[in-house]
């Protein structure tokens, strides 16, 4: 017993009882656990993609740096120059919300953590916080990480060693995802400035057309109406009138075109949602109907005007039902269905101008790809892929949303949404083609 005892103690080299053993062992096995646990958190972070934003960012780290530290709420800083971006994040039902408060401030270049400190606490006040620094390679710092506590709490120099740790390794992601921001911007701007070249000469082409046409229309015009006074008997007046119809139609679009065609006219003026519905059909309807497509309008005559560019948005009507129509290309039955109807998003008022199809449908995966400049799923000459990203530069410039909502193999609708002024919008109608 002695020499086993003793061979133990060789072996371990624990000059102690077998009890005070193990309980050595086991928390040396709590330790490693703990140990490997961080290390996971840490690993965890490759699971963040350069896409999300930073509110995802923001809610992601505050769920996973959660298991291993104890915190009420968690902050990312980003500073964009005297800008201050506070990603805050608080868990609710068991989920991380994250909510953005923006300040401007005026600070050094070089800014301390007891300086952010200070800031912070303007904002979320008597709070007690654990706050690492977010600095890149020539040492400038652009933001920071900052567990918050209601009460004071003390976090043992491990936690804490962890915790910078954490940051040194999230520092290497949010880098990258500024650096993709900055980069995906920059392909946007250059995007925007090869389509509008595009429409550009697409305008000075559709503006001479329609100049040429203009003339021989106000003949066939003027005539047929002459002829329809003249003439008294029914048959050809039937045909008169036909005539006269068709040129008036064809006057409207040629009009159309020319409007469409003035870049200068990107000024914002009262728009009445119906009319720039009307007059995208009026550019577009008959390419749609020669395709056999059955297209049905849902328009509510009550809406209220908009601010806006009326060219800019019969642009993004006309982008979401080109692509509606390409959607729908091999159904049976083809249909589209445009609309317009007031809508409320966190209580403020917007007008909806929908375009809802039975065509082909998005795949879930591509939904977030589909506003990116140059996606497209059409082939190589069917489609470059601006559409939408172009079609959403505009709505964020009216300072409105555009939105997908999709079902594969089943129907596609999109709402580009506009804010309605104030003092108009009263109540919520139907919204939605089918609902
Ligand atoms: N109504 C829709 N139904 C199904 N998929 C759609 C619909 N609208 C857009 N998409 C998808 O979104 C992609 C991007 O659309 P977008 O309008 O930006 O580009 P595009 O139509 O491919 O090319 P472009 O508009 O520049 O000619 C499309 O390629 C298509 O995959
Ligand atoms: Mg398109």
Not at 90 to 106: F, G, M, P, S, V
Not at 117 to 145: A, M, R
Not at 350 to 373: A, H, L, R, T
């Given at each position: 017993?002695?020499?086993?005892?003793?061979?133990?103690?060789?072996?371990?080299?624990?000059?102690?009882?077998?009890?005070?053993?193990?309980?050595?062992?086991?928390?040396?096995?709590?330790?490693?656990?703990?140990?490997?646990?961080?290390?996971?958190?840490?690993?965890?972070?490759?699971?963040?993609?350069?896409?999300?934003?930073?509110?995802?960012?923001?809610?992601?780290?505050?769920?996973?740096?959660?298991?291993?530290?104890?915190?009420?709420?968690?902050?990312?800083?980003?500073?964009?120059?005297?800008?201050?971006?506070?990603?805050?994040?608080?868990?609710?039902?068991?989920?991380?919300?994250?909510?953005?408060?923006?300040?401007?401030?005026?600070?050094?270049?070089?800014?301390?953590?007891?300086?952010?400190?200070?800031?912070?606490?303007?904002?979320?006040?008597?709070?007690?916080?654990?706050?690492?620094?977010?600095?890149?390679?020539?040492?400038?710092?652009?933001?920071?990480?900052?567990?918050?506590?209601?009460?004071?709490?003390?976090?043992?120099?491990?936690?804490?060693?962890?915790?910078?740790?954490?940051?040194?390794?999230?520092r290497v992601f949010i880098e990258n995802n500024i650096l993709f921001k900055d980069v995906s911007e920059k392909v946007n701007i250059e995007a925007q400035l090869i389509q509008s070249?595009?429409?550009?000469?697409?305008?000075?082409?559709?503006?001479?057309?329609?100049?040429?046409?203009?003339?021989?229309?106000?003949?066939?015009?003027?005539?047929?109406?002459?002829?329809?006074?003249?003439?008294?008997?029914?048959?050809?007046?039937?045909?008169?009138?036909?005539?006269?119809?068709?040129?008036?139609?064809?006057?409207?679009?040629?009009?159309?075109?020319?409007?469409?065609?003035?870049?200068?006219?990107?000024?914002?003026?009262?728009?009445?949602?119906?009319?720039?519905?009307?007059?995208?059909?009026?550019?577009?309807?008959?390419?749609?109907?020669?395709?056999?497509?059955?297209?049905?309008?849902?328009?509510?005559?009550?809406?209220?005007?908009?601010?806006?560019?009326?060219?800019?948005?019969?642009?993004?009507?006309?982008?979401?039902?080109?692509?509606?129509?390409?959607?729908?290309?091999?159904?049976?039955?083809?249909?589209?269905?445009?609309?317009?109807?007031?809508?409320?998003?966190?209580?403020?008022?917007?007008?909806?101008?929908?375009?809802?199809?039975?065509?082909?449908?998005?795949?879930?995966?591509?939904?977030?790809?589909?506003?990116?400049?140059?996606?497209?799923?059409?082939?190589?000459?069917?489609?470059?892929?601006?559409?939408?990203?172009?079609?959403?530069?505009?709505?964020?410039?009216?300072?409105?949303?555009?939105?997908?909502?999709?079902?594969?193999?089943?129907?596609?609708?999109?709402?580009?949404?506009?804010?309605?002024?104030?003092?108009?919008?009263?109540?919520?109608?139907?919204?939605?083609?089918?609902?």
């Open positions: 017993m002695d020499r086993k005892q003793e061979l133990i103690d060789k072996l371990t080299g624990i000059r102690s009882s077998r009890k005070s053993y193990y309980r050595k062992l086991n928390s040396t096995i709590e330790e490693l656990k703990n140990k490997n646990k961080q290390l996971e958190v840490i690993n965890q972070l490759t699971q963040l993609h350069v896409n999300n934003s930073w509110e995802e960012v923001s809610s992601y780290i505050a769920s996973r740096v959660s298991r291993v530290l104890d915190f009420d709420r968690f902050v990312l800083t980003l500073i964009d120059r005297s800008e201050f971006c506070f990603y805050i994040s608080e868990q609710t039902d068991a989920n991380w919300h994250c909510h953005l408060i923006k300040r401007q401030y005026q600070t050094d270049a070089a800014l301390s953590i007891t300086e952010f400190k200070k800031l912070l606490q303007k904002d979320i006040s008597s709070h007690y916080g654990e706050t690492v620094c977010l600095e890149n390679q020539t040492g400038k710092i652009y933001g920071f990480l900052t567990l918050l506590n209601d009460k004071k709490t003390e976090y043992s120099a491990e936690n804490l060693e962890f915790f910078k740790r954490f940051g040194e390794h999230t070249a595009k429409l550009a000469s697409l305008g000075e082409m559709a503006a001479g057309i329609a100049h040429e046409l203009n003339s021989p229309l106000t003949a066939i015009l003027g005539n047929s109406q002459l002829l329809m006074r003249r003439i008294t008997d029914e048959q050809s007046n039937k045909m008169l009138t036909d005539i006269y119809q068709c040129g008036f139609r064809s006057k409207k679009i040629i009009q159309n075109l020319l409007v469409f065609s003035r870049q200068e006219e990107y000024q914002f003026a009262d728009v009445n949602p119906n009319d720039a519905v009307e007059d995208a059909l009026g550019l577009i309807g008959y390419q749609l109907s020669v395709s056999e497509i059955s297209i049905k309008k849902k328009l509510d005559r009550t809406v209220p005007h908009v601010r806006g560019s009326r060219q800019q948005i019969e642009q993004v009507i006309i982008n979401l039902l080109l692509n509606a129509k390409d959607a729908v290309q091999e159904r049976k039955e083809p249909l589209i269905i445009i609309g317009t109807t007031l809508k409320h998003i966190e209580k403020r008022p917007y007008v909806s101008i929908y375009v809802w199809d039975n065509g082909i449908g998005i795949e879930q995966e591509n939904i977030s790809k589909i506003f990116n400049p140059f996606f497209t799923t059409k082939a190589k000459k069917k489609g470059t892929g601006l559409g939408l990203s172009i079609s959403l530069g505009i709505a964020e410039s009216h300072g409105g949303k555009l939105m997908a909502d999709s079902k594969v193999n089943e129907y596609c609708q999109f709402s580009l949404l506009l804010p309605v002024q104030n003092g108009e919008g009263g109540e919520e109608n139907e919204e939605g083609a089918r609902s």
